[in-house]
């Protein structure tokens, strides 16, 4: 049933896509709606910022209207809406830290949002990871994309991001079993 649902599903996208692309620019509020919610969680654990991970939304939905036309079938939408907001929080985060935007600021956006009792520990997991380790993390764990969708998002081949997965995977659960102490000395420079 659920197989069903799914496919149902990529056969109504894919049905609102050829309309848009036919140039019916309405038929993409169903593209937005249909995504809208999983392109904001993803960029808000990437940008650790609810207004700016909002933004970036909106301009990943721009972004992939003006260049609809140029997606072809032989990847997932999702997974090429997912490469889109990859790029767009890519270059956001470099950006940013041309800026200097500090650590102290991200915390004072935190304390100023309502907190969930479990906000502070995926914060903290998050901050340990690279950004290529976040964004694996969380289109696998939050997605639940496979390793070749995966790959194919962040151009690389789907065995490293398996293994890369796997080693992320056990160091967050050792960190977590750890209190937090054990990861802090497996990311110092020169181990």
């Not at 997912?82 to 935007?101: G, H, S, V």
């Not at 991001?161 to 420079?189: A, V």
Request: hydrophobic residues 35%.
């Amino acid at each position: 049933m659920e197989i069903l649902h799914a496919n149902n599903q990529d056969t109504d996208i894919n049905l609102v896509i050829e309309q848009v692309q036919a140039g019916d620019k309405q038929a993409y509020t169903h593209i937005i709606r249909r995504y809208q919610q999983q392109i904001f969680l993803y960029c808000y654990y990437l940008l650790k910022n609810q207004e700016e991970a909002e933004d970036a939304a909106q301009e990943i939905f721009i972004k992939g209207l003006e260049h609809i036309h140029q997606f072809v079938p032989t990847v997932s939408f999702s997974a090429w809406l997912y490469k889109i907001a990859q790029n767009y929080c890519n270059d956001l985060l470099k950006r940013n830290a041309r800026k200097f935007k500090s650590f102290i600021q991200y915390k004072l956006n935190l304390k100023q949002q309502p907190i969930h009792e479990y906000t502070n520990l995926i914060h903290e997991l998050l901050d340990q990871l690279t950004l290529k380790d976040r964004q694996i993390l969380l289109l696998r764990s939050l997605e639940d994309y496979n390793y070749e969708e995966i790959a194919t998002i962040m151009g690389l081949k789907s065995s490293t991001i398996r293994k890369r997965y796997e080693r992320l995977r056990n160091r967050l659960i050792n960190y977590n079993e750890k209190g937090g102490k054990q990861i802090e000395h497996s990311f110092k420079t020169g181990r």
